[in-house]
């Protein structure tokens, strides 16, 4: 064969037995392309530009082509669960197991909210997956959803970063300073330390969190409100913050920060594609959260 010409990266060749005319070079298959245009961060120019063609093609291939759903299940998980939005308008939830690093089940939402993350568990329990432990964020409410049967540990990470909003990262009272370098002992700590610790706390300074003044419609008021309300988070959240220590035969996590670095390479990938559609852009998170 001899080569007869070269044009959109395409090779033709012309026999010269027959005159029969093939071609040869590069195709444009949908699969590689969008391989290439998840997983290798290629944009819809640079595999225009890579295929010699225009972008409309490259983008009717990618939108030719619909993620495969997972369906194949682990038969027992612990369960990390957590919200992440793309905008205002796109919240996605994700349900994952920390054993397998499975994804289980994920939806979109416009909002978070209690009942979603009820109904999460409940669409994994559908998928006859043995939840044996719930790993989350401590949202009001959320932990007595779930069956008492089911052992819940609230994210260590998230309980941090509660006390950081009312003591900020650099306290200037005396007591706010100790709550925090507490607290921040909690991912490294052990149970009876750390709740030793904060019992220590507030013996010293219960008197200081009691302090109230007279405002100017005559009423008493607490002085240190933030200092109080990190404080009674703490108490609140206790019961769930070693639930680990409680069942280490089950090797549950402390944290849900496994599912937060998946959101966290989701969002670098997307950065690679700015400008798309909702739908596009659910189209992506479908292939990258195969649940």
Avoid at 54 to 67: C, F, L, W
Avoid at 75 to 85: E, F, G, P, R, S
Avoid at 125 to 143: A, M, V, W, Y
Avoid at 219 to 247: E, G, Q
Wanted: hydrophobic share 35%.
């Amino acid at each position: 064969m001899t080569k007869k010409g070269f044009q959109n990266n395409i090779q033709r060749y012309k026999c010269a037995s027959c005159g029969k005319t093939f071609q040869g070079g590069i195709r444009l298959d949908a699969v590689i392309i969008w391989r290439q245009y998840t997983e290798g961060k290629q944009t819809y120019s640079q595999l225009a530009a890579y295929y010699h063609c225009s972008m409309k093609t490259i983008q009717r291939k990618i939108d030719s082509i619909q993620p495969v759903p997972n369906t194949t299940f682990p038969k027992t998980a612990n369960v990390l669960m957590d919200t992440t939005y793309f905008g205002r308008k796109l919240g996605l939830m994700v349900f994952k197991d920390s054993i397998t690093g499975s994804i289980l089940f994920k939806q979109y939402v416009k909002q978070e909210t209690n009942i979603l993350y009820l109904n999460g568990i409940e669409e994994i329990t559908r998928r006859g997956i043995k939840i044996q432990s719930i790993i989350c964020d401590g949202r009001k409410g959320l932990f007595q959803l779930f069956s008492n049967d089911i052992p819940i540990q609230m994210c260590n990470f998230h309980q941090v970063a509660i006390i950081r909003r009312y003591l900020t990262k650099k306290p200037k009272m005396q007591a706010s300073k100790e709550l925090w370098d507490l607290v921040l002992l909690l991912k490294s700590t052990d149970k009876e330390s750390f709740q030793g610790g904060v019992s220590e706390w507030h013996s010293k300074w219960e008197d200081f969190l009691n302090e109230r003044k007279i405002d100017e419609k005559g009423r008493k008021r607490y002085v240190h409100k933030k200092l109080r309300s990190a404080y009674r988070s703490l108490i609140t959240n206790m019961p769930w913050l070693f639930t680990c220590y409680d069942y280490p035969e089950l090797k549950i996590p402390k944290t849900t920060n496994a599912i937060d670095g998946h959101f966290a390479d989701l969002k670098n990938k997307l950065r690679n594609h700015n400008g798309l559609s909702i739908e596009r852009k659910k189209k992506f998170i479908d292939e990258f959260f195969k649940a």
